[in-house]
Every structure is written in C-alpha cells, then in structure tokens.
C-alpha cells in the first residue's frame, strides 16, 4: 500500500506563491509518475501537473504553464507543486496521486491518492 500525504496549501493574495509538497511512503514501484491535481466546488477534478520517477519528463495542463513547476527529491520521496503569481482561479483542493508507467491526465488513471491541501488566492 501506498500514503501519499500532501502539505503546504494555505491563503495567499493573487500574485503570491505557494510551494506544496507530496511525500509518499510504503510500497512505492519503480518506474511511477505522480501527479498534481485540483477540484473547486462543484467542479470535476482536474489535471494539472505530471513528473515521472526519473523526473526527466513533465507535463503541464496549459492554464498553469510558466506559473507552476512540479519537481521531485527521490531521496526524500516527495514530489513538489511550486505554484507562482496565483490567481483566484487557481483556489482550489490540491491533491496528489501516484501511478505506475507512464503520463496520464485522467484521475480514473491513477491508483494512488493523497487527503489534499486547500489552495485559496484572494483577490
């Protein structure tokens, strides 16, 4: 079994930054990708960053390009989400997820989820 456990969300003006962390423990396989998700109120769960276990390879839902960077500390087991120039439409649950081989944007496509960290920028 795998925990994943978020930190690191909070309340932040639009334009201020936030860096959320992942750090997974039990049984982790090789060759994973984690992956950042958020869900506002009343809307799906959605997709927003990708890194795989190497971490030579990410992927970024576009609202969140040049903004967002996700990286990750093998050593640590921890995967990193630092979000820059918020905005209010970034407010959201964060969550983080865990699957094996392979980018995936859909939350159907990942075995593995964390209990999420509350992101709210205000205006």
């Known amino acids: 079994q795998v925990q994943l456990v978020e930190s690191g969300g909070g309340l932040v003006q639009a334009g201020g930054s936030l860096r959320l962390s992942c750090a997974a423990s039990g049984r982790t396989f090789s060759g994973y990708t984690m992956a950042w998700f958020r869900q506002a109120p009343g809307k799906e769960r959605e997709f927003v960053a990708a890194?795989?276990?190497?971490?030579?390879?990410?992927f970024y839902t576009d609202s969140v390009k040049g903004r967002f960077t996700i990286s990750k500390d093998n050593a640590k087991n921890t995967v990193y989400l630092q979000m820059n120039s918020l905005e209010p439409e970034d407010t959201a649950g964060y969550y983080c997820?865990?699957?094996?081989?392979?980018?995936?944007?859909?939350?159907?496509?990942?075995?593995?989820w964390g209990q999420g960290t509350q992101v709210t920028v205000s205006s």
């Open positions: 997820a865990l699957r094996g081989l392979g980018i995936a944007t859909m939350p159907r496509e990942y075995d593995y």
């Open positions: 890194i795989t276990s190497s971490g030579r390879s990410t």
